[in-house]
């Protein structure tokens, strides 16, 4: 901790620019920050940031340069049809027509700060501004996120998880319906990914990838039929969050697996089941955009900044541009299901 806090003040220096042990410290009075401390720090906002960031690796990267305006066209084409007609010899074919799509969207600028004075930065043990920038990649990252998560999870694609009584199963249509018995099992692990398949949507580095609460998780791991068929096949390439895979899906948890609080059947009263999306994933179902250079910005702004006379305030915040659209429906698929970990639970 000595060390971490000796590195902070050759950073930021003393209120009244004492010399320190090792050589001269900046004050917090210099204009701005030196571009190694913007460096640095911008680097640890990255760091804690982007191991947040699930739903969107999986999706597909639309960049925009910079001074573009702040919205994109995303370009897709519908997939290529089979073709086994015979061609005749020394005759060329006729030319085809490609389907091609575009969506226009803004991207969203969201952001957060928070405030610091000159007393908690001198006063407290940890160096104030490593922390909070530390504190705030992991939000970034999660908002992020959660932005593109609930584009995702919106699509059309639906599999229902069936009720469970007396050896038999009642097939929902609906999520009012789904009572605590709903949850989701191998099976319809194997259905989502026939459906994927059924309709050739490409696999994400050779297979499909499914995104679980750890409520539902839990569940899962439960049974004897994940126990039996769960394995690992390339544990050097596991991603975060990982668990296993079956068949051809690699199954991760995440808390950003999206909740529907209280939309299921009735506990009891006005009680109700909470629905747990569980998204299977196939390759370039939808894309992720974001400006070039504005991302994900880290702002600090020292003691002295601004309309503060006594340098008595700093702040410290990020702002970042994203966009998520879904692009081929047909290439992600939701599982809806109850949980018996977390009945209940709230809206994520």
């Known amino acids: 901790m000595e060390i971490i806090f000796k590195k902070f003040l050759q950073m930021f220096g003393t209120v009244n620019g004492n010399i320190g042990a090792d050589g001269p410290l900046n004050v917090t009075t210099d204009t701005g920050m030196t571009p190694e401390m913007k460096t640095f720090y911008k680097t640890e906002l990255l760091q804690f940031a982007e191991p947040e960031l699930l739903f969107e690796r999986f999706g597909k990267k639309v960049p925009i340069p910079q001074h573009n305006g702040n919205s994109v066209e995303i370009r897709y084409m519908d997939p290529l049809p089979v073709t086994t007609t015979d061609l005749t010899e020394g005759v060329t074919p006729a030319g085809n027509l490609v389907t091609f799509h575009a969506i226009n969207e803004s991207l969203h600028q969201i952001g957060y700060w928070?405030?610091?004075?000159?007393?908690?930065?001198?006063?407290?043990?940890?160096?104030?501004?490593?922390?909070?920038?530390?504190?705030?990649?992991?939000?970034?990252?999660?908002?992020?996120?959660?932005?593109?998560?609930?584009?995702?999870?919106?699509?059309?694609?639906?599999?229902?998880?069936?009720?469970?009584?007396?050896?038999?199963?009642?097939?929902?249509?609906?999520?009012?319906?789904?009572?605590?018995?709903?949850?989701?099992?191998?099976?319809?692990?194997?259905?989502?990914?026939?459906?994927?398949?059924g309709q050739d949507a490409p696999p994400i580095d050779g297979e499909y990838v499914a995104i679980v609460h750890p409520y539902v998780a839990c569940d899962l791991k439960k049974s004897t039929a994940w126990q039996d068929l769960q394995r690992y096949v390339h544990p050097e390439k596991i991603y975060k969050g990982e668990i296993g895979s079956v068949g051809n899906i690699r199954v991760i948890e995440n808390t950003r697996a999206k909740i529907v609080a209280g939309a299921g059947a009735t506990i009891s009263g006005s009680d109700k089941y909470s629905i747990y999306c569980t998204m299977v994933l196939g390759a370039d179902a939808y894309a992720v955009s974001e400006l070039e250079g504005a991302g994900l910005e880290h702002i600090v702004k020292p003691l002295g900044s601004g309309d503060d006379p006594l340098n008595q305030r700093g702040t410290i915040g990020w702002k970042a541009m994203r966009l998520a659209k879904r692009l081929i429906e047909q290439y992600m698929v939701r599982i809806e299901t109850t949980s018996a970990t977390m009945p209940k639970a709230a809206a994520n």
């Open 114 to 197: 928070v405030g610091y004075s000159d007393k908690l930065q001198w006063e407290t043990v940890d160096p104030v501004i490593a922390e909070i920038t530390k504190a705030e990649g992991r939000q970034a990252g999660k908002s992020i996120d959660t932005l593109v998560r609930d584009v995702v999870s919106a699509g059309s694609n639906v599999l229902y998880a069936p009720n469970y009584a007396a050896g038999a199963y009642t097939e929902n249509t609906a999520r009012g319906t789904m009572d605590g018995t709903a949850m989701l099992t191998i099976d319809l692990l194997f259905q989502a990914a026939a459906i994927l398949q």
